[in-house]
């Protein structure tokens, strides 16, 4: 293979670009010409194409965001939308493709492996739910920040003595909100894969104050219900105000940890082997610290699962 393309895709994430990084240069060690997509399957689809040289992706490493921008594209979704970007990429004679994204990405780099397109598909979401990695880029960055935000609401919950309700994003995961429930010492944390009870979220709390705890944080992942919902069956429940808080996508941002950026290098560099190597259709990931690829269909058929040990861990520590 001398001729390969990278594109972002989906939600941002911080530490894409350090990805992105990592597919252009170690391409370009590998004597293999790059060319960046920009907007994800849209610039795809409308040829948004550019070659890109080892100096395109200097002073990104420790940038968030994407270089490349990022798009979502429901034209994709088809066979027709498909086929268009197939013809663009046949056209700047790229021979395979390297995904950087989430879930949804995936599908699309599933779409194009269909096809017969060789596509590697590289797990960047803060929401760590992709199946076939242990972890996603963006993940560590995107708690470091949650917990950055915890520790602050607790100096004003703890002044005031009151109950704050923290949405963090995940969609169907749980893992930012245990991760960090556990890491920021909520007293209850609420993720979508385990069914809470609001009885038991009270007791909970009453023992808590009983022994004079100031603070009472409840995390709730955006799987289970908004914070506003939730503060609303708090309050029918216990006739208690609460205080809530939608972190939002200043999750999204910020400069990547070492540890994303390290996990988007590596990941990124085994993309390009794979892919130049003629091994098309997978997914890489980390397991044990090792670097593992797997065919990209088997991957997206595997369920995601949280750790329910450190859920467990989470509710014996905050009581
Ligand atoms: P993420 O990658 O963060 O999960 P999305 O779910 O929005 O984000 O997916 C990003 C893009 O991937 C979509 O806008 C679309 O272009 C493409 N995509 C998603 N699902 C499919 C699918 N089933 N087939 C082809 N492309 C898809």
Not at 25 to 38: P, Q, T
Not at 204 to 232: P, T, Y
Not at 263 to 281: C, F, H, I, T, Y
Request: proline share 2%.
């Amino acid at each position: 293979m001398k001729k390969i393309g990278v594109l972002t895709s989906g939600g941002d994430s911080p530490g894409m670009n350090a990805a992105v990084r990592a597919v252009v240069r170690k391409a370009i060690f590998m004597d293999v010409e790059v060319y960046g997509i920009y907007q994800g399957y849209n610039g795809l689809i409308n040829g948004n194409i550019q070659k890109l040289e080892l100096g395109s992706v200097g002073d990104i490493i420790h940038r968030g965001g994407t270089m490349l921008y990022t798009a979502r594209c429901e034209e994709f979704k088809t066979k027709e939308g498909q086929k268009k970007g197939i013809e663009q990429l046949e056209k700047f004679g790229i021979e395979g493709l390297v995904v950087i994204g989430g879930d949804g990405s995936y599908q699309g780099a599933k779409a194009l492996t269909e096809w017969g397109y060789p596509c590697v598909g590289v797990p960047g979401t803060i929401d760590n739910d992709i199946p076939g990695t242990e972890y996603t880029i963006g993940f560590d960055t995107a708690l470091n920040t949650v917990i950055d935000a915890i520790d602050k609401i607790r100096d004003t919950a703890t002044s005031h003595e009151r109950t704050f309700i923290i949405e963090v994003m995940g969609r169907n995961a749980g893992d930012i909100a245990l991760w960090s429930g556990l890491a920021g010492g909520a007293e209850t944390v609420l993720i979508p894969e385990e069914k809470f009870d609001m009885d038991d979220v009270i007791t909970r709390l009453n023992k808590g104050q009983e022994r004079g705890k100031k603070h009472s944080i409840i995390v709730v992942a955006e799987g289970v219900m908004s914070g506003n919902e939730f503060a609303d069956r708090f309050k029918e429940a216990t006739g208690m105000d609460t205080r809530v808080s939608v972190l939002g996508h200043i999750q999204r941002g910020g400069t990547p940890t070492a540890s994303d950026r390290v996990l988007a290098s590596r990941l990124g560099a085994k993309a390009v082997e794979l892919l130049v190597s003629g091994n098309g259709g997978r997914a890489v990931g980390i397991e044990k610290n090792q670097l593992v690829d797997y065919d990209i269909i088997e991957a997206l058929a595997k369920p995601h699962h949280i750790d329910l040990e450190m859920y467990n861990l989470s509710k014996e520590l905050s009581i």
